[in-house]
C-alpha cells in the first residue's frame, strides 16, 4: 500500500469506528440499565441534534484555545491512528520512532483537555481540567513504562516492528501486565468512566458543560475518535495488530480494534469513579510499581 | 517543501514566543512556550532527527502542563483566567533580552555549522542511542526507574497517608490557647434521637406526643399512646 490507499485506510477506519463505537456505547449503557434495542442510526440522530442546537458561549471565554482543544483533540486521536500499521510496513506515517509519537500524542491529550476545561472561564469545567490533569499525568506515566517494555522485544521504537516481533507469541501473553495497564491508560485519555475526572456527571459534564451546539457534538466525535485509535495502538501493542491467519490484515486489525473498543467501553459502565485522592494513591503506590514489575520482567526477558 | 516548512514553523516559533511575553494569563503564556517548543520540534523533524524532535513535543508538553499548573498554585490566582502582568522590571528584562539575543546571534554566526546532509535511509535513532549512552544503556534505565521509585517514595513517606488517618488529623483546628481545645463551633450533645435534638417536627405525625425538649428521651421508653 502506497500513501494514498493508506490514508483513505485511515479515514474509513477512522469513521466506521466512531460510528460503532458510538452503537457500542450505547448499547452497553442500556443493557445494564435493562432498557431494549438500540438502532444503528442512533448516532446520527444523536449528532442531528447537537447540530440543530444553538452554538452558546460564556463570559469572557478564551475562544481561540476552546475551538483548538476541540480540533486538537480529534487530531491528536487522528495521528495516534495513523502511526498504527495497517498490514506489514504499512502505516500512514512510517517512521522509525512512532511509540515516541503516540507517547507525544498522550501528553498533548492531557494538555488539550486542560485547555477544554481551562478555556470556557466557567467554574465547573474548570475543576474538571484541574482534576483531569493530576489523574491523566501519572496514569501516562504509567503507560510509559508499559509501551517501553513492548518495545523491548522488537528492539525498535517502531510500531510496525512491535507487530512484527509478536509473530510467533503476542505481547498479551509475553507481558500480561502490560494490557490492563494500558487499558486503563485508554480510560484515561477517552475520559471514560472510572478515570472520567474531565467531563464526569457529578460535574455536570465537567470541561464540557459550558459546549453546546456543533462544539459538543465536535468533542463527543474527538472522545469516540480516541477510542478508535487507542484501541488500535493497543490492539497492534498487544494482541499482534494485523497479524493472524487466511483474512487480510486490516480484517484482523479491525476485529481487534472492536474487541478492544467493547472491553474499554464495558469497563467504563461497570466501574465506578474513586474519589480523585483515593485514585493518586492507588495510581502512585500500587499501579506504578505493577508497572515497574512489568518493564522488569521485559528486560530480564530480554536479558535472557 | 521543506524550506517552506521551515521558515513556517520558524515563524510561527518566534511568533509565539513572543506571544508568551504579551499575553495576560499564566496559563495562556505557558501554552504559548509550548507551541514554540513544539515548533522547533517540527523543525527538528525536517533535519531528519527524529527521536529529538518528537521527545521535544513530548517532553514539554508535559513540562509546560505541570509549570502552568505549579504557576497557578503559587500564584493563587484561581485558574490564571484574571488577567495579569506577564513581565517585570522591565529596564533589566530588556538589557537581558538584547544581550542574550547578541550573544546568540554572534554564536551562530561564528561557529562553523556542518553542513555534510545525511544518506537516506540511515537510522539516526540507534546513532543517537550510542552516541549518548553507548554500552550504558541498561545502567541508564535502571538509574531512570530507580531515580522515580526514589521520588514517589519520598513524597509519600513525606506525606502522612490516608484521608482519614495522620493528615487529617491537622484538619482540626488549632486551639485558643497552646494545648487548648480547638476552635470553631462545637457539636451540641443532644438527646439520643439520631441527632435531631429538640428539633420537634418529628412529633406532627406522633399522635398525644408532647412538643417539648425532653421528648426524645421520653419516647425512647414508651409509646406515645401510653403518655397520653
Not at chain 1, 465536535?218 to 475518535?225: E, H, I, K, T
Not at chain 1, 466501574?271 to 499501579?287: D, H, N, Q, T
Amino acid at each position: 500500500m502506497t500513501f494514498a490507499p493508506a490514508l483513505t485506510t485511515l479515514i474509513l477506519f477512522l469513521a466506521i469506528g466512531i460510528w460503532i463505537a458510538a452503537i457500542l456505547d450505547a448499547v452497553f449503557y442500556r443493557r445494564i440499565s435493562g432498557q431494549g434495542g438500540v438502532s444503528v442510526l442512533s448516532p446520527f440522530y444523536a449528532a442531528a441534534a447537537h447540530l440543530s442546537r444553538q452554538r452558546l458561549t460564556t463570559e469572557a471565554p478564551d475562544r481561540l484555545n476552546w475551538y483548538l482543544a476541540i480540533a486538537g483533540y480529534l487530531a491528536i486521536a487522528t495521528i495516534g491512528l495513523a502511526v498504527v500499521p495497517f498490514g506489514p510496513e504499512t502505516a500512514v506515517i512510517g517512521i522509525k520512532t512512532s511509540v515516541v509519537l503516540w507517547g507525544a500524542c498522550e501528553s498533548l491529550v492531557v494538555v488539550l483537555v486542560f485547555l477544554h476545561g481551562w478555556s470556557p472561564n466557567s467554574p465547573l469545567a474548570l475543576i474538571g481540567a484541574y482534576r483531569y490533569v493530576a489523574i491523566g499525568l501519572p496514569i501516562m506515566l504509567l503507560s510509559m513504562f508499559v509501551l517501553i517494555a513492548a518495545a523491548l522485544p522488537a528492539r525498535s521504537l517502531d510500531l510496525r516492528d512491535i507487530v512484527a516481533s509478536q509473530e510467533g507469541l503476542w505481547n498479551i501473553i509475553r507481558q500480561p501486565l502490560g494490557l490492563p495497564l494500558f487499558l486503563l491508560l485508554g480510560l484515561s485519555l477517552t475520559l471514560r468512566g472510572p478515570f472520567d475526572y474531565a467531563d464526569s456527571a457529578d460535574l455536570a459534564g465537567g470541561t464540557s458543560v459550558e459546549d453546546s451546539g456543533a462544539n459538543r457534538a465536535g468533542w463527543q466525535v474527538a472522545r469516540l475518535a480516541m477510542l478508535v485509535g487507542f484501541s488500535a495502538i493497543a490492539a497492534s501493542t498487544f494482541l499482534g495488530g494485523y497479524l493472524g491467519p487466511i483474512l487480510p490484515g486490516i480484517v484482523w486489525l479491525a476485529i481487534k480494534t472492536l474487541i478492544l473498543m467493547a472491553v474499554v467501553i464495558g469497563l467504563s459502565h461497570l466501574l465506578a469513579r474513586m474519589p480523585v485522592a483515593r485514585m493518586l494513591g492507588l495510581i502512585w503506590k500500587f499501579l506504578l510499581p505493577i508497572a515497574f514489575v512489568d518493564l522488569l520482567l521485559a528486560g530480564l526477558v530480554a536479558l535472557a | 517543501m521543506t524550506d517552506i516548512a521551515f521558515y513556517a514553523l520558524s515563524a510561527l516559533a518566534i511568533w509565539s514566543g513572543w506571544r508568551v511575553f504579551r499575553v495576560d494569563s499564566m496559563i495562556r503564556a505557558t501554552f504559548a512556550l509550548m507551541v514554540s517548543f513544539i515548533c522547533v520540534g517540527g523543525i527538528a523533524l525536517l533535519m531528519s532527527a527524529d527521536y529529538i524532535g518528537i521527545a521535544t513535543v513530548f517532553m514539554m508538553a508535559v513540562e509546560m502542563m505541570v509549570m502552568g499548573l505549579f504557576m497557578v498554585m503559587f500564584m493563587m490566582n484561581p485558574a490564571g483566567l484574571n488577567p495579569m502582568q506577564m513581565v517585570h522590571q522591565h529596564r533589566f528584562s530588556i538589557g537581558a533580552g538584547i544581550a542574550a539575543f547578541i550573544g546568540l546571534t554572534v554564536a551562530v554566526l561564528a561557529t562553523n555549522l556542518p553542513n555534510n546532509p545525511l544518506p537516506a535511509g540511515r537510522d539516526t535513532l540507534h546513532d543517537l542511542g550510542v552516541e549518548l549512552l553507548g554500552g550504558s544503556m541498561l545502567i541508564f534505565e535502571t538509574a531512570g526507574v530507580t531515580l522515580l521509585a526514589t521520588m514517589v517514595g519520598a513524597v509519600v513517606l513525606s506525606s502522612r497517608p490516608g484521608r482519614f488517618g495522620d493528615s487529617d488529623a491537622g484538619a482540626v483546628p488549632p486551639g485558643l490557647q497552646p494545648g487548648g481545645q480547638p476552635a470553631g463551633r462545637k457539636v451540641e450533645k443532644s438527646g439520643g434521637h439520631g441527632g435531631h435534638g429538640g428539633d420537634s417536627s418529628h412529633d406532627m405525625n406522633m399522635k398525644g406526643a408532647p412538643k417539648s425538649d425532653d421528648a426524645p428521651h421520653k419516647r425512647h421508653g414508651k409509646m406515645p399512646e401510653e403518655e397520653s
